[in-house]
């Protein structure tokens, strides 16, 4: 079996074994659950991409954390990563949400003060009071209104594409491809097929405001940078890669008067080399970063992996926690949670 048919047979695994079982066999005393938006809307932007959390998913989600939990201060974060575990009582959880969306405002934060629980906020500078749209987010408006695209609006986009085949399913494995690189390509058709992105931002106002963000600073959040418009690092140059990071770090002291340095990587951190993450701290002044490679322990300390909690196959933090405790314990006895890097 590979690696992946492995981490699926011990998802799959995972439903028959209780809990508290999978809780004593891996025994973490950190955890660091990652989301990126709760709500009880559509949101076309998002829902092709992974499943929205609803309110009353979060909310169970939030006593879970708490019954089996002990909420974390980030001082405490920042002990872990200088070597010092917290001192008795359950295991910690820090939780943290990624790109910047309005319902961190809405939403989120007030359901976070409402239940006392610390949390990290992840924002890209390019995308903040609503001037650009994220180019997943384009690919994910596209994909809504596919289904009602024309045959010769379909075939339109296939030659732009370069594609001979104008089926939907065709297209929709092209389009859900495309990459930070290929925006202007995403922009033309949206323009085919009449999509409109800067009436959606208008509208809709899908992220923070940068007013939204200095609140959240002020209410007691902790605010990170997400890269300055969330490109996949692993496919960008040294000097590109540089670059996203002093951008959005200059944007937070500059617009947000913000100094201080944390950073969450766009997408994942795999195939990123060890010298950038150790340039992070380095050169960039980083004080924590965080990936999304689950459980695992990374070869720098203060580089922190993150849990995914929007799984397709589960719909509970309680079920996403269970099944990589297993996944981790089955690693463990291989000897395989540590990250190797190029
Ligand atoms: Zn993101």
Redesign the pocket.
């Known amino acids: 079996m590979n690696g992946m048919s492995v981490k699926k047979a011990v998802y799959q695994l995972s439903r028959a074994v209780p809990f508290g079982l999978a809780a004593r066999l891996c025994r973490r005393h950190f955890v660091f659950p990652f989301y ?1 938006v709760v709500s009880d809307e559509k949101l076309p932007h998002i829902r092709q991409l992974y499943p929205v959390v609803t309110t009353s998913r979060f909310r169970d989600d939030l006593r879970f954390w708490l019954q089996n939990f002990q909420p974390a201060a980030f001082p405490e974060v920042i002990d872990l990563i200088s070597g010092g575990a917290p001192s008795g009582g359950k295991p910690r959880f820090f939780l943290t949400f ?2 910047g969306l309005r319902e961190m405002a809405d939403l989120v934060a007030p359901l976070l003060q409402e239940f006392g629980v610390p949390a990290a906020f ?1 924002v ?1 500078p390019a995308f903040l009071d609503n001037r650009r749209l ?1 180019y ?1 987010h384009k690919i994910s408006l596209l994909l809504e209104k596919l289904p009602a695209f024309s045959a010769a609006v379909r075939h339109a986009v296939a030659l732009k594409l370069g594609q001979e085949d104008a089926s939907k399913k065709l297209l929709e494995s092209v389009l859900r491809k495309l990459t930070w690189r290929d925006e202007a390509l995403i922009d033309a058709v949206a323009a085919i097929g009449q999509v409109d992105f800067d009436g959606f931002l208008t509208s809709q106002k899908p992220y923070l405001t940068s007013e939204q963000v200095k609140t959240l600073w002020q209410q007691g959040f902790v605010i990170g940078s ?2 300055y418009d ?1 490109p996949l690092f692993s496919e960008l140059s040294d000097e590109e890669r540089a670059a996203q990071v002093e951008e959005s770090f200059r944007f937070f002291e500059e617009k947000l008067e913000i100094s201080e340095r944390i950073f ?1 990587f ?2 994942t951190d795999d195939g990123v080399q060890a010298a950038f993450i150790r340039s992070l701290r380095e050169q960039h002044g980083v004080a924590v970063s965080f990936g999304t490679a689950g459980l695992k322990d990374d070869v720098f300390p203060f580089h922190l992996q993150r849990i995914a909690m929007e799984n397709p196959s589960f719909y509970s933090a309680r079920e996403m926690i269970r099944a990589e405790y297993l996944y981790h314990f089955a690693r463990s006895l291989a000897g395989k949670n540590k990250i190797g890097r190029p």
């Open positions: 990126h990624d790109d992840f890209n994220f997943r997400h890269s969330h969450a766009p997408f």
